[in-house]
């Protein structure tokens, strides 16, 4: 592999991590100010409400999840991390993602349908989020060995396939 692309793992790996703490903490944000959405409010306070809350899901929230799941893609295939672990953290990464969509969800349709759609509960996605990302940082600090499951080998040592572009040769 090319070495100032070995040398890039750190600012991969802060990349990844400040995404991946921005994204967490958003999504933690926005259902307690999605709970302030309520018809009962001025219009104009309800913009406000409202136009905090989409510009923080678009403008913070979901750049900030696209940034650390790159970063943590990149990560995977620089680092050559094929271990079981891993696959059970892209199973709470997958949840979480589930969780922003729904969040999103919420958003537009609070848009659509100002004061006839009411958004959930904000202590459902907050603990869905806190059940996605508690088990996604125990198993990134501790690595678990998972080695009493059968994993297939192709699912845990890499391809050897090519990219689909050309890594300048040194």
């Known amino acids: 592999m090319v070495e100032w692309l070995i040398s890039a ?5 802060a990349l990844h991590i400040a995404g991946l703490s921005i994204w967490c903490a958003g999504l933690i944000a926005l259902p307690l100010m999605l709970r302030h959405h309520d018809p009962a409010v001025s219009p104009e306070d309800y913009r406000i409400i409202r136009s905090g809350t989409h510009l923080t899901y678009t403008m913070v929230v979901t750049p900030a999840a696209v940034i650390a799941v790159i970063a943590g893609t990149w990560l995977i295939f620089l680092r050559e991390v094929f271990v079981p672990w891993l696959f059970a953290k892209l199973f709470f990464v997958a949840l979480l993602v589930v969780i922003h969509v729904w969040i999103g969800h919420s958003i537009v349709r609070i848009a659509e349908e100002p004061g006839e759609h009411r958004p959930p509960n904000p202590y459902l996605p907050l603990t869905g989020i806190l059940l996605c990302a508690l088990p996604i940082l125990l198993l990134v600090l501790s690595k678990p ?24 040769s040194l």
């Open 9 to 13: 793992v750190p600012l991969f790996k």
């Open 145 to 168: 060995d998972f080695g009493w499951i059968e994993f297939p080998d192709w699912l845990l040592e890499p391809r050897g396939g090519q990219l689909p572009f050309e890594v300048p």
